[in-house]
């Protein structure tokens, strides 16, 4: 560990800080209708859709609506992206004449990009057409992403509206923030990008002569416009294999950076819409410092476990950090610094091989996605994850003082700390069920590549990361077969879906109930207090539901690379 390294963490930590404000008040004007800066271009153009799709914007929706709207929605993209996939062979822009994907594999691809998650049993540049690329995968990177943000604005709606029985319209909505957000952003992204040194063309791969006289075809495409959407929307699956260790994917240093500033930006700016929208942007910036105390705890023992190395490997003389699967171009710090980044939101990006990392230092980016991706998470996802773990520390404050729990004015009662806990539990019984089940069935136990321990934690942090709409992959298991495309299939649909219903309904249900004054016996959601609260929540649930499967395979790896034992 080094000053210089710490001063890269704490620097990136500034800036997601500065941005969350701009970015929140824009996105607020944003959903509440209001001109913006973008309006007189865009306008029209928001016009011509609704009126091409029949939406009238003026006419609300009930949370049922409005969540069956999102799941019809949903069926499309999964249609569209199983069909082009299928059909890649006779379709056009197949410059190295991908075939068709297989059926399991395109049906585990097309759940896991409409659910956010975007883990990959394939090899972009081996697999897949610049059609499929564009048309099934950039266009639901854009389309889930848009689908997080208006869910999270449909529970701040139930927060901040009083007596109301809608909570928006979800076309309206999701309009909106591709329109006024994600693509505006995504072009000035993508631009930056392709500067760096990043490929965008539809032309054939590159056959190059190396210097050995051998011939090499080197794959590119539009990779630009993916990367861009991939990362601010907390997407992260990659044009290429090695995703953001590729140099085509990620170029140079200051591209690193900006991915992974644009991981968290528009996921931080949500905890200030929130604040705007409910009236009290301290509100917003006690959520922001939650999710920052959990951020900085996770990236200080990775970095630390990083930089120290194991006992073997400093028994061997390799010094100086642990430098396996790493980018020398990235080193310890960014390398550490991306892997929480990446699994506190709901990304998923690699520039290092977490397989990799020391038992301790892959233990952390496993915390993160066990605790439902909260830590800035994914964009919109991980506010409404947030609050659903607010919803039962404010429980558990009312219970303390005898009261009945309030939160922004709206009492909390046994219908919404219900509907928090179904959608918060539903989490490890995906996980824990299907690594129990990997774990003793011959074929799936055929996919791993290590015994003991590091083999069941690559089990373990492949369906973690699948139900937590994460997609990284601790590497080293062989998920391309039926059996793991169906279950982790079913593991990100699970994820996504058994979530977003529980935290639709209690938008509905706070929408319409009145807003209470606060009073002097309420209790303060601003402060240290507060802060403190929800993080021993947070880690409490954490400790009952997630943490010991969560521990048992990196901590006995540990114990055993501290004894000089290897797997």
Known sequence: MTVIGWIQILLYCAVIVALAKPLGWYMTRVFNGERTLLSPVLRPVEVAI??????????????????????????????????????????????????????????????????????????????????????????????SAATGIVLAIALIRGFSRASART????????????????????????????????????????????????????????????????????NGGGFFNANAAHPFENPTALSNFIQMLSIFALGAALTNVFGRMVGNQRQGWALLAVMGVLFIAGVAITYWAEANGTTTLNALGLTGGNMEG???????????????????????????????????????PLINMQLGEIIVGGV???????????????????????????????KIEAREVKMAMLAILVLPLMYLGWT???????????????????????VLYAYTSATANNGSAFAGLTGNTFFYNLTLASSMFVGRFFMIIPAMAIAGSLAQKKSIPPSAGTFPTTGGLFVGLVVGVILIIGGLTFFPALALGPIVEHLAMAAGTVF
């Open 436 to 458: 129990a089940v990997a774990v003793v069935l011959p074929p799936a136990v055929a996919s791993m590549a290590n015994a003991g321990p590091h083999g069941f934690t690559e």
């Open 167 to 234: 909570v928006g319209n979800f076309w309206v909505d999701i309009t909106r923030c591709t329109l006024y957000v994600l693509l505006p952003l995504c072009i000035i992204y993508t631009l930056f990008l392709v500067s760096q040194g990043m490929p965008q063309t539809l032309g054939p791969y590159v056959e190059a002569t190396t210097l050995e006289g051998a011939k090499q075809t080197i794959a590119v495409g539009p990779v630009a416009s993916q990367v861009a959407i991939k990362m601010l929307g907390t």
């Open 50 to 143: 609704y009126w091409i799709g029949g939406v009238d914007e003026r006419r609300e929706q009930h949370w049922l609506t409005y969540t069956v709207a999102m799941l019809l929605f949903h069926v499309g993209g999964f249609l569209i992206i199983y069909g082009v996939m299928r059909l890649q062979a006779v379709l056009p822009f197949n410059p190295a004449g991908q075939s068709a994907v297989a059926e399991d594999l395109s049906f585990n691809t097309a759940i896991s990009f409409l659910t956010n998650t975007n883990w990959q049993n394939y090899g972009g540049e081996s697999t897949l057409s610049y059609l499929v690329q564009m048309l099934g995968l950039t266009h639901q990177n854009f389309l």
């Open 380 to 410: 919109g996802a991980g506010l409404y994850g947030m609050l659903l773990f607010v919803v039962l520390a404010i429980f558990v404050a009312g219970l303390m003082v005898g009261r009945t729990p309030e939160y922004v004015g709206k």
């Open 326 to 364: 790493k980018e020398v171009r990235f080193g310890v710090v960014a390398s550490s610094l991306f892997a929480v980044i990446t699994t506190a939101a709901s990304c998923g990006a690699v520039n290092a091989m977490h397989d990799s990392f020391t038992a301790l230092g892959g233990m952390i």
